[in-house]
């Protein structure tokens, strides 16, 4: 079993960022190099709406903050687009001297609070600058899955993409408002660009109280897959502890059929501060021979974004 020490938080919101109004949410990173890493999240402008942020941080010690860039990574997607009322980063994967940013973009919307699919920019110098590749999703809702898609977990493995990727299941009044409820399915690609969706559940809801399973993050060590991910209540999961996000994990032989081992996460609530209420989003990555969690906190990220370091 793994268990995780926590290092503190990272980031919460001040003045480097005089476009953000709330909010740092799900961390993603990618390693520059033995000394860098990008990490790129989610803030909130004054319209509520998400744009992506990054910062430079130290590899050996990630609360030391390098660089914040202080303009957003991107720009909203043109009006009508998928992504012109947020943004919000998921995965990134290196390929072929390119690196792949995959993303979540919003919409607005009317009978529902809003929309999500998936697209991705690109960056061909390095990391210094990203494009969109496409005004459009890579991949959206379905005949098959007919409501949204969101975070994603991509690899390469012997030449395949592989995706382990957020999936609503449907729409339900609750105490006054739309919930939606979302697992983790699994997809594969040959280009990472054109999915094959077969239907294939990677993490099911555990049981009818269950209501929401987001953002894996799959290690592999030596034959064995890991995942991590964080899951809510179906119900009260803003305003209820008990009910609210906790990360949770799993593992697999082949990365398609997972046992779900939550209390073997290995992380828990703090007893006050920033995560006392809430762990979401988390994002493994392995670093230099150190192996590292980067979470949000409380208030789906309006904490912020700290980290925990693993020990076996």
């Known amino acids: 079993m793994i268990s995780w ?8 919101l001040d003045e480097r960022l005089p476009w953000a109004r709330s909010h740092a949410q799900i961390p993603t990173v990618d390693m520059l190099d033995d000394k860098r890493l990008d990490v790129f999240f989610s803030s909130r402008d004054d319209a509520n709406r998400s744009l992506i942020a990054r910062m430079k941080v130290d590899a050996a010690n990630p609360a030391n903050i390098l660089d914040i860039q202080a303009e957003p990574l991107l720009q909203l997607g043109l009006p009508g687009t998928f992504d012109d009322c947020g943004m919000m980063p998921s995965s990134i994967v290196n390929w072929q001297g390119l690196k792949y940013l995959y993303y979540i973009g919003w919409n607005v919307r009317n009978t529902v609070p809003y929309h999500n699919s998936v697209g991705l920019a690109v960056s061909d110098d390095g990391g210094c600058t990203y494009r969109r590749l496409f005004d459009g999703p890579v991949m959206d809702r379905s005949a098959e899955e007919p409501y949204f898609c969101a975070t ?3 690899r390469i493995e012997n030449g ?3 995706n382990w990727y957020l999936s609503c299941t449907g729409w339900e009044m609750i105490g006054g408002r ?3 409820f979302y697992h983790l399915k699994y997809a594969e690609s040959d280009d990472g660009i054109h999915w094959r969706r077969e239907g294939r559940v990677a993490i099911d809801y555990a049981d009818a109280a269950e209501g929401g399973i ?8 030596g034959a064995l897959y890991r995942m991590w991910y964080s899951y809510r209540g179906h119900t009260d999961y803003r305003d209820t502890c008990a009910n609210s996000y906790r990360i949770g994990y799993a593992e697999s032989g082949d990365g398609l059929v997972w046992t779900r081992l939550d209390d ?4 828990e609530l703090s007893n006050q501060g920033w ?3 809430m762990l979401a989003y988390p994002e493994v ?3 230099g021979g150190r192996r590292y969690m980067f979470y949000n906190g409380n208030g789906f990220g309006q904490t912020g974004f700290g980290y925990a370091e693993a020990s076996a």
Not at 5 to 12: E, M, T
């Open 152 to 154: 994603t977990c991509v």
């Open 285 to 287: 990555v392995d670093v």
């Open 160 to 162: 395949v993409w592989r």
């Open 5 to 12: 020490h926590k290092r503190g938080i990272i980031y919460g």
């Open 178 to 180: 739309m919930e939606p």
């Open 275 to 277: 995560d006392s209420f």
């Open 264 to 267: 073997q996460a290995g992380i």
């Open 214 to 221: 987001a953002r894996a993050s799959v290690c592999k060590d």
